[in-house]
């Protein structure tokens, strides 16, 4: 019996060939015994008494004994979503702990350098994992001449549906007032200060342990990870933010 197809998706399901194999030979013969099963799968006698134990003690075969032969036969089908069900639930009960053991091996400092327009989207989209506001120096103006209106739409979107706070430090200018308009709708804080003072034409926007620094006009940026770096960093950015009196 061969169904290429059927062999691929349970193989994706976390069953080795063989055992795909004997399992889909026991749903066609039914009650199979040893050396039908051989000979429908042309799997070796040894290795197929290895595979039915498998499958046994994953419970998609039962042991049967039929004229003082062993046979055996198949479990319904929908024990293998069961299967699966449980050890869906098994990886979500570790996977808190094998997250701490990521972050654990990862707290060395990272610099990740981006290039291009693509770059700099995939910047903001790194963003969206802030587990907390994010903080933004930026410019409005140099920042529509590299990423459209209709694109930061999306991605101001995709932040408000992840409840991500900005709170943005921006040159007052005619685009930065208009802009300014939609913060309680978009989750966003603006403080402004004056544009011949500082005149920002890139962007910095601190988030978690990172701070991603976007330079417009050159199209290119950069995500620093360090939780030095970072906590320092914001801890300016709050003292900027308490001094700023301009509106």
């Given amino acids: 019996m061969k169904n290429n197809k059927l062999i691929s998706l349970l193989q994706e399901a976390g069953f080795s060939e063989k055992e795909v194999l004997v399992y889909l030979s026991a749903l066609k013969l039914g009650k199979a015994t040893v050396l039908s099963l051989t000979k429908d799968t042309k799997i070796n006698r040894s290795t197929l008494y290895l595979v039915s134990k498998s499958l ?35 990886f979500k009960k570790t996977l808190p702990e094998l997250k701490m053991l990521f972050h654990s091996a990862n707290k060395e400092p990272k610099i990740k350098f981006y290039e291009g327009i693509e770059g700099i989207k995939a910047m903001y989209m790194d963003t969206l994992e802030a587990n907390g506001p994010i903080l933004v120096y ?42 300014i308009r939609n913060d309680k709708k978009e989750w966003r804080e603006t403080r402004l200060v004056p544009h011949k003072n500082f005149n920002f034409t890139n962007e910095i926007n601190i988030y978690n342990d990172k701070m991603a620094i976007f330079s417009f006009r050159e199209k290119i940026g950069v995500i620093i990870e360090s939780h030095e770096i970072a906590d320092t960093q914001r801890k300016i950015f709050e003292l900027a933010w308490l001094g700023i009196m301009y509106v």
């Fill in 138 to 179: 930026g410019s409005i103006t140099d920042m529509w001449n590299v990423v459209s209106k209709e694109w930061k739409k999306s991605y101001i979107e995709q932040r408000v549906k992840h409840k991500i706070l900005n709170k943005c430090i921006i040159p007052d200018t005619k685009e930065t007032r208009e802009y």
């Fill in 56 to 90: 046994l003690e994953k419970g998609l075969l039962t042991e049967v004994w039929q004229h003082k032969k062993r046979a055996f036969v198949p479990e319904n089908p929908e024990h293998i979503l069961d299967l699966i069900q449980t050890r869906q639930n098994a």
